[in-house]
């Protein structure tokens, strides 16, 4: 029996109607067309799918959408103000921490969740936060630079 | 996953209903980080499940000097990593907590999903039990309070029946003088199961030479979380030394009984309980 539910995702709201057995990811994926969060795992051990949650990073492939409620959603799509780039955007493409791409929105919006909550970050903390997001491509040292370089512009602003 | 019908109870009473109602082939439904996962590996296929997260008051973290630590089933793990009581009053906990999963995880998964779950390496049940913990049951027609210890009855199992559901966690006063340490050993340094997580708790006499008392909790060496009991006894009272930490961590490894499984052999886990035995208590002592 399908779900009516309504999501808040980047400060528009959707009116759907779901089976209870479709996760976030798979909503926020085919139906409302936000392909920036990626499926990898899908069993919340590899990150790509993180989106924030009511300010915190979470897996969307292990929440199921009709768990969401008023919670407020944001994706990779969510970031940018139209055409200028976030801070971590710039600093990720800067740094040369993105190759293949597909860990990035998750990888991005997990150090988003540490920097709103902790805008001076140790490198410890930036590796804490982003434990939980594989990347078989860069080996890592370009992200946490990156991330340690956009903590430093958004205290600059 | 295959299809099945969700129910979102907004409170304890219409839950233990609704459980009750569906006999069994409902699941309960809180963080879901392992829930989910098992159902999409058709592990498990429950028919309904029953979304517990929507019930208010259950996710609370209180202290007093009265009645110690009551941790709501529905406080997630970041939660308890997040909490200033935890980390100055019971840092062996928060230790544990930090150990779990990921970020990601730790922000959904509940302390309540993590004991009720029941794996042999739940990561935060070797510190509850070291801190001698217990666990509030309610069903529609009574209440009763469990020691953490004796919660655990096999992979996976718990003292838990059919209409009943864990609400509050309590963790006694710590006594003064009182020190506690968890060790997780595994592969790798986050997003791991634990190969050996060993938690020890210890109170010492006033000059902080011997033991009070001490409670050395093994986990993932055995079908459930459990007190090395024996070598707790020959502890207890006395002052610890190199040759009674020799024997104290081979007693913890004969009282563990684990798996070859494919994080480890079984041969490796017992020698692994030895060694982070003798290293979780040098390590309070230093303290």
Do not use: W
């Not at chain 1, 768990?67 to 139209?82: D, N, P, R, Y």
Request: hydrophobic share 40%; net charge positive; aromatic share 4%.
């Amino acid at each position: 029996m399908k779900h009516q539910i309504r999501l808040n995702v980047n400060g528009a709201d959707y009116d759907l109607l779901v089976e209870p057995r479709k996760t976030l990811l798979d909503v926020i994926r085919n139906d409302l067309g936000l392909i920036g969060t990626k499926k990898g795992c899908n069993t919340g051990e590899c990150g790509a799918c993180t989106v924030i949650m009511d300010g915190k990073a979470v897996n969307a492939c292990l929440v199921l959408a009709v768990q969401v409620k008023e919670k407020k959603i944001m994706t990779i799509e969510g970031l940018a103000e139209s055409e200028k780039l976030h801070p971590l955007q710039e600093a990720f493409i800067h740094h040369g921490a993105i190759q293949c791409g597909y860990c990035t929105p998750g990888m991005i919006m997990s150090a988003k969740a540490l920097l709103d909550k902790k805008p001076n970050p140790e490198e410890g903390e930036i590796k804490e936060a982003i434990a939980g997001n594989l990347c078989r491509c860069t080996g890592y040292l370009s992200i946490i630079e990156a991330i340690k370089s956009a903590a430093k512009t958004e205290r600059s602003v | 996953m295959k299809p099945f019908d969700y129910f979102e109870p907004q409170s304890i009473d219409e839950a233990l209903s609704l459980l009750k109602k569906l006999r069994g082939e409902a699941k309960v439904l809180a963080g879901g980080t392992d829930l989910l996962v098992q159902m999409k590996q058709r592990n498990i296929a429950p028919k309904y499940l029953v979304n517990i997260k929507g019930i208010p008051g259950l996710d609370r973290i209180r202290y007093s000097e009265k009645e110690g630590l009551t941790i709501g089933s529905l406080a997630t793990i970041a939660d308890l990593e997040d909490s200033l009581i935890i980390r100055e009053r019971y840092p062996i906990l928060h230790t544990a907590a930090r150990e779990l999963g990921t970020q990601q995880v730790r922000n959904v998964a509940t302390v309540g999903g993590n004991l009720c779950n029941a794996s042999p390496a739940a990561e935060t049940a070797p510190a509850l039990i070291a801190l001698g913990a217990s666990a509030k049951i309610v069903s529609r027609s009574k209440e009763k309070v469990v020691k953490l210890e004796d919660f655990f009855t096999g992979p996976g199992e718990t003292v838990l029946k059919t209409g009943e559901m864990l609400v509050e966690i309590y963790v006694p006063k710590l006594a003064s003088n009182s020190k506690g340490v968890y060790f997780k050993h595994a592969f790798r340094k986050k997003l791991e199961t634990a190969i050996v997580g060993i938690a020890v708790l210890a109170n010492f006499n006033g000059k902080g030479e011997s033991f009070k008392d001490i409670r050395i909790v093994l986990g993932a060496v055995a079908p459930t979380p459990k007190r090395a009991l024996r070598a707790e006894e020959i502890a207890r009272g006395k002052r610890m030394d190199e040759s009674l930490l020799e024997e104290v961590a081979f007693l913890s490894s004969e009282e563990s009984n684990p798996i070859t499984d494919v994080r480890a052999t079984a041969e490796y886990r017992r020698e692994m309980v030895k060694v982070f035995v003798k290293r979780a208590i040098k390590e309070m002592m230093n303290l």
